[in-house]
């Protein structure tokens, strides 16, 4: 029986590939041992456990962007989760170590390299992390989700996404567009707008939807919007009286897919996640790279602008006019609209979570 040991957590960036690629170990070897492992602060906490997967926990050692006593701490408390991380794969009897970047890798990582485990990375951005930029000179496989990201023996094998998102681009969105939309009580002779700012929600994003709404619901267009549960407080679906289209927020949602579905456009910010999933499905979408950092949701986004299969807004040049003038033509011009996510869908073919899963076995049966 194969033992596999999957680290990352944060965020769902680094969450979604995870759980995915575990799904397909399954398919691939149904008898495969999993474990998972996080930090006690991340998202992991609950949709890992969700996902049937069993997790546990070491501490997260972030890296301080400041000289100080914090700085000075990160060796010891380093050390300290190394040798708990190391604990756990001997616990595991792990014959191979898959890592998705965030804080949780790097210690598991390391453990992985002391006790002569394999490693095989997984970045899903266009710029990687720091985990996965000291593991790329020691890991078996690094396998990127981008062309031409900056890591030693890189290959490129795209982003795995859930079982669910992978269907969808299958059957195609079409497919479910009606059972989708009456999911969320849309109507089925108006185009939709997906607004989604992941996990956390975008305060941009939905400042300029709230801006941009009257004058979208006066054109016809209904909007989805996910604010992020920490933005949302019981607010009010609206309607517009004239044309019946209607305002549905919602605070976190769990089914992406059907969100996929029922959209004709996406506004969302350019994580790796967000771009690929789009792309999978063959969803347009209006990317607003998130302003700080290093720059990755610019890059992330690049692929798609270069093969004409999406749009990208400057965060501060998004606003609720920016917004009306960037979606009324492109959400009633259906042929464009089409174009678009075919485009896309060559620029991030599906498949990826096969591709990382049978990476991973062949690793481990080495």
């Known amino acids: 029986m194969v033992s596999v040991v999957l680290a990352g957590g944060g965020t769902a960036g680094h969450t979604s590939p995870l759980i995915a690629t575990a799904e397909q170990l399954r398919r691939l070897d149904p008898h495969v041992s ?3 492992v996080g930090t006690p602060k991340g998202l992991e906490k609950r949709v890992i456990p969700e ?3 069993e997790l546990r926990l070491i501490p997260a050692v972030p890296l301080p962007r400041k000289p100080g006593r914090a700085l000075l701490s990160v060796p010891g408390r380093l050390l300290g989760a190394v ?6 794969l001997h616990e595991a009897h792990a014959d191979v170590v898959v890592g ?21 990375l997984h970045e899903q951005n266009a710029l990687p992390g720091v985990a996965n930029r000291v593991a790329s000179h020691f890991a078996a496989a690094v396998l990127t989700s981008f062309p031409d990201t900056p890591l030693r023996s890189a290959r490129q094998v795209g982003l795995p996404v859930r079982a669910a998102i992978a269907g969808l681009a299958e059957q195609g969105r079409a497919s479910l567009r009606a059972r989708a939309r009456e999911h969320f009580g849309l109507r089925s002779d108006q185009p939709v707008l997906l607004v989604s700012g992941g996990s956390s929600g975008a305060r941009s994003l939905n400042t300029a939807t709230c801006e941009a709404r009257d ?15 920490k933005n949302f407080h019981d607010d009010p679906a609206v309607t517009d009286p004239a044309t ?9 949602l769990d089914e992406m897919d059907l969100a996929y579905a029922a959209a004709d456009l996406m506004l969302a910010r350019s994580g790796a996640g967000t771009v690929v999933e789009t792309a999978v499905v063959g969803l347009p979408a209006i990317l607003v790279p998130l302003p700080i950092g290093n720059g990755e949701q610019a890059r992330n986004a690049r692929p ?31 042929a464009r609209l089409q174009a678009m996510g075919a485009a896309a869908q060559r620029v991030m073919p599906p498949g990826a979570a096969q591709r990382v899963a049978r990476i991973v076995v062949e690793e481990a049966r080495r």
């Open 34 to 36: 999993l474990l998972c």
């Open 51 to 53: 996902a049937g997967l």
């Open 83 to 88: 040798r708990q991380a190391r604990a756990l």
């Open 100 to 120: 998705f970047g965030g804080y949780v890798s790097m210690p598991v990582y390391l453990a992985a390299w002391s006790a002569r485990i394999p490693v095989v």
């Open 215 to 229: 004058e979208l619901l006066a054109q016809g267009i209904q909007i989805l919007h996910v604010l992020g549960l």
């Open 244 to 252: 019946g289209a209607g305002y549905h927020p919602l605070g976190y």
């Open 304 to 334: 798609l602008v270069e093969a004409q299969a999406g749009i990208v807004v400057e965060d501060r040049e998004l606003t609720g006019r920016r917004l009306v003038t960037e979606v009324v033509p492109l959400i009633t011009d259906a």
